[in-house]
């Protein structure tokens, strides 16, 4: 009896080979799920860490509001005074081209991903160093992102075409980004400068606008008064979540990633498969022997799952392991960022879907007949 381990000790050779390649699945897994995180952190780290639950875009723009939408002055402050409603904060959002003119690495392009608001709301960041962004003045609070292209407190960007001059005023020590761009904060009417590309006094028309209204709504909000809000601005709210899709190429890198993956656990499971079908027809005649001596059918297919689980576990546990080191080195070299629960989930995924493929192979268990071995084929 106990024939699974007693295969395990005897054709350890081709378990091992076997296993290898589960290993190397599970390797590819832990990179690709590493990869997938790490250009979702570059893509929307920056919207993510915006304290709000929901965002009113124009509801004219279907499709990337953030280069598309505009809300007037009128629209934030008819969502502030809705029900359900805690906060409503104007927010600009706007990617330029700038150049450090003042500072040590004069001449150095550098490309923002601004971000917009009131310098006294709860969207305006706590910088690590320096100062925070102030109602007068074209100051700048930068993110680790920026500062690690050599730009410090105190030196001056100006941007392209509209020679705005950004003086950065400090720094928040986190490494975030939108649109894989990090970001610069500053207050509404520089961004307005900036997005316009109006150096000098701004037009009465473009100092009450925004790209969108940030919103934190409390729990349980009406969705009726929501509504009726919408109605009345013009404007649409989506979750904060919904809005990760406006991110410059976010939504294709995601939906490409999850493709790969996708087929990478399909593969898995048909190589895992097509293994233990062969593995069950060269054993056919030990099968029939267990059966002939008693062994239940059920008992036998517990036995082949669990070698089956024993070789997928401990294969992927060392590609997992594999993997994290690679994927470790990686990180500050690639967009990459290691997820505990992506990686739970890939090496469950591939456990999981191997173990179906493994148990569609051994059927074939049932189909054994027990008088194979007493001679039935002679």
Not at 219 to 248: L, Q
Not at 261 to 287: C, D, H, M, N, P
Request: a negative charge.
């Amino acid at each position: 009896m106990f024939l699974a381990l007693r295969d395990l000790r005897f054709a350890r050779g081709r378990f091992a080979l076997m296993g290898a390649v589960v290993a190397l699945i599970a390797v590819l897994g832990v990179l690709l799920s590493g990869l997938a995180s790490g250009l979702a952190d570059a893509g929307i780290s920056g919207l993510r860490a915006l304290p709000m639950t929901h965002m009113a875009f124009d509801e004219k723009a279907t499709s990337e509001q953030f280069s598309r939408s505009t809300v007037e002055q009128a629209d934030w402050q008819a969502w502030a005074k809705a029900p359900g409603v805690e906060r409503a904060e104007p927010f600009g959002n706007t990617l330029v081209n700038a150049r450090v003119t003042e500072g040590a690495e004069k001449g150095e392009q550098v490309n923002l991903a601004v971000f917009g608001m009131e310098p006294d709301s709860s969207l305006a960041p706590e910088p690590t160093e320096g100062e925070r962004i102030g109602e007068d003045g074209a100051g700048v609070v930068i993110t680790r992102e920026i500062a690690d292209l050599g730009v410090e407190i105190g030196d001056v960007l100006t941007v392209d075409r509209s020679e705005v001059r950004l003086t950065v005023v400090g720094l928040v020590d986190d490494t975030v980004s939108y649109g894989h761009i990090g970001v610069a904060y500053t207050n509404l009417d520089t961004w307005r400068h900036v997005h316009y590309g109006l150096p000098g006094e701004l037009p009465e028309a473009a100092r009450g606008q925004a790209t969108a209204v940030a919103l934190t709504l409390q729990d349980g909000a009406g969705a009726p008064a929501v509504a009726a809000v919408e109605k009345a601005t013009g404007t649409r709210a989506d979750t904060k979540e919904a809005t990760f899709g406006a991110s410059p190429g976010y939504t294709a890198e995601s939906s490409t990633m999850a493709l790969i993956k996708g087929f990478l656990y399909a593969i898995s499971a048909l190589v895992v498969g097509a293994f233990f079908t062969v593995w069950t027809v060269q054993r056919k005649a030990e099968i029939a022997l267990l059966k002939a001596l008693g062994a239940p059918t059920g008992y036998i297919l517990r036995d082949a799952l669990a070698q089956v689980v024993a070789v997928l576990v401990g294969a992927t546990a060392l590609g997992t392991a594999a993997g994290l080191a690679l994927g470790s080195a990686m990180i500050g070299k690639a967009p990459f960022s290691l997820s505990a629960p992506a990686i739970a989930t890939s090496s469950g995924l591939l456990i999981g879907l191997g173990t179906v493929g493994a148990a569609v192979a051994v059927r074939r268990i049932t189909a054994v007949d027990p008088l194979t071995a007493l001679g039935a084929t002679r």
